[in-house]
């Protein structure tokens, strides 16, 4: 999978706006219950970003091997300065993962499934490497779009931000994960959707 260029960076740490910090407030809270909840002693994040997520997992589990990747260099080198040799990094594909099955006791795969060719390849990789536990994120279709919108960003493509070519909604994301996971929470937190998979 080519190196992707979107026309946005993720400025989740360092954004300035009260309202938007805010709303991250509220997703970190959900995702670190939802970490805390599987007891994991492996861990993967796919899609690490610069590695701030990544390290928030490490603080809470303590897990005995931590790995993460991602699909551009750029993003994983300001993860290397983030996280040192707290974990292995690497690029990695969430379509075609370069681990034996049931390698992870969680998998993690925060707000990437958006941006992939082949979305279904992924949550079946994501399945095939954890040997329980997942945790997933995505926008809640509308009302990411509404929150753009409402921002007067992206109007030309009805609120749907620049490498976003997949989307769903609550219900639309439960059938999506359902043929491999059981759904054990499903948070909304605005405009976002996050859930707790166990595995089949």
């Known amino acids: 999978m080519p190196e992707q260029n979107f026309e946005y960076e993720d400025v989740r740490y360092s954004i300035k706006n009260p309202?938007?910090?805010?709303?991250?407030?509220?997703?970190?809270?959900?995702?670190?219950?939802?970490v805390k909840t599987t007891e994991a002693k492996s861990v993967l994040e796919i899609g690490c970003g610069e590695g701030f997520i990544l390290?928030?997992?490490?603080?809470?589990?303590?897990p005995e091997t931590a790995y993460g990747g991602d699909v551009s260099e750029y993003w994983l080198e300001r993860a290397k300065r983030n996280l040192g040799d707290l974990a292995e990094l690497s690029l990695l594909n969430v379509e075609n993962l370069p681990f034996d099955?049931?390698?992870?006791?969680?998998?993690?795969?925060?707000?990437?499934l958006e941006h992939v060719e082949n979305p279904k390849a992924g949550i079946e990789e994501i399945a095939r490497v954890t040997t329980?536990?997942?945790i997933v994120s995505v926008p809640n279709r509308y009302l990411w779009r509404f929150g753009n919108l409402s921002r007067f960003k992206y109007f030309s493509s009805g609120g749907n931000t620049p490498g976003h070519i997949n989307e769903w909604t609550k219900g639309q994301f439960r059938k999506f994960v359902e043929p491999h996971f059981m759904i054990v929470e499903h948070h909304t937190p605005f405009p976002w959707q996050i859930v707790l998979l166990r595995k089949k």
């Open 101 to 112: 099955d049931r390698k992870f006791d969680l998998v993690t795969c925060i707000e990437v």
């Open 132 to 134: 329980e536990w997942a």
């Open 19 to 34: 309202i938007a910090r805010r709303l991250h407030s509220r997703f970190d809270s959900v995702l670190e219950q939802f």
């Open 55 to 62: 390290r928030r997992i490490i603080e809470i589990l303590k």
